[in-house]
């Protein structure tokens, strides 16, 4: 069962517009949505997160959009760049507590984003 | 600080045949854990540690043995590789009251 689905797989966006990222969750239980971001022969870094107490969360040019109701999150990049190019995963995990299972992040399968000069 | 560092970076085995994966963080973290990255997979995880002496099992962990006597370190070991474990292999650190996951650069695994 996968617990996190991401979509679309790929995405191709012209410079300057808006790349849109969408991941819908099962479980209720998650309390912490991060978005990873990775470049190629690198390991993913966490690029913006958000709890459910907000429905939205900006940082610069990135902003995660969250419907609790409808157990969806989004990623949306503005005015897209060529370096903004990479795979881009979204994440969820329960509420840490003391570590334990409820610590591990539960990845999508991830989005590859290439932006067209 | 060098974060999260994973050694080495690329390897060939031949079926059967077994390994280490290193994975070391300078950060005090509590929290580790690897997963592998298969295309359109995205992250799966296969072992987890709470702290030294606590290890646990993730989503994918046959084939696949962990412990951690230090905070520090926390090997990766296949005991008898086989095709299916060519993969590239993450390591990442968090601590207890902090939410960011840091992960290493990987480890690109080829088994033949």
């Known amino acids: 069962q996968q617990q996190v689905k991401q979509s679309p797989q790929s995405l191709i966006v012209q410079k300057g517009g808006i790349s849109i990222i969408n991941c819908a969750y099962e479980?209720?239980?998650?309390?912490?949505f991060p978005w990873y971001q990775q470049f190629p022969g690198k390991g993913p870094a966490l690029l913006i997160a958000?709890?459910?107490?907000?429905s939205e969360k900006k940082e610069g040019r990135f902003t995660i959009s969250f419907n609790k109701s409808a157990k969806q999150f989004s990623l949306h990049i503005m005015d897209s760049q060529p370096g903004d190019s990479a795979t881009y995963f979204c994440?969820?995990?329960?509420?840490?507590?003391?570590?334990?299972?409820?610590?591990?992040?539960?990845f999508g399968k991830g989005t590859k984003l290439s932006v067209k000069p | 600080n060098a974060g999260v560092t994973q050694t080495p970076k690329f390897q060939v085995l031949k079926t059967g045949q077994s390994m280490t994966l290193q994975c070391a963080q300078d950060?005090?973290?509590?929290?580790m854990s690897w997963y592998r990255q298969d295309p359109g997979m995205g992250l799966r995880l296969i072992h987890y540690?709470?702290?030294?002496?606590?290890?646990d099992q993730g989503e994918v962990p046959n084939g696949y043995n962990v412990s951690r006597s230090t905070t520090e370190d926390f090997p990766l070991r296949l005991l008898s590789a086989a095709p299916s474990q060519t993969s590239v292999y993450f390591c990442?650190?968090?601590?207890?009251?902090?939410?960011?996951?840091?992960f290493g650069q990987g480890t690109r695994l080829t088994v033949v």
């Open positions: 990442a650190s968090r601590g207890f009251f902090n939410t960011e996951a840091f």
């Open positions: 479980n209720t239980a998650f309390d912490y």
């Open positions: 958000i709890r459910p107490d907000v």
């Open positions: 994440a969820a995990s329960k509420r840490t507590n003391y570590g334990g299972s409820q610590g591990n992040l539960i």
């Open positions: 950060m005090n973290h509590e929290y």
């Open positions: 540690s709470v702290g030294a002496g606590i290890t």
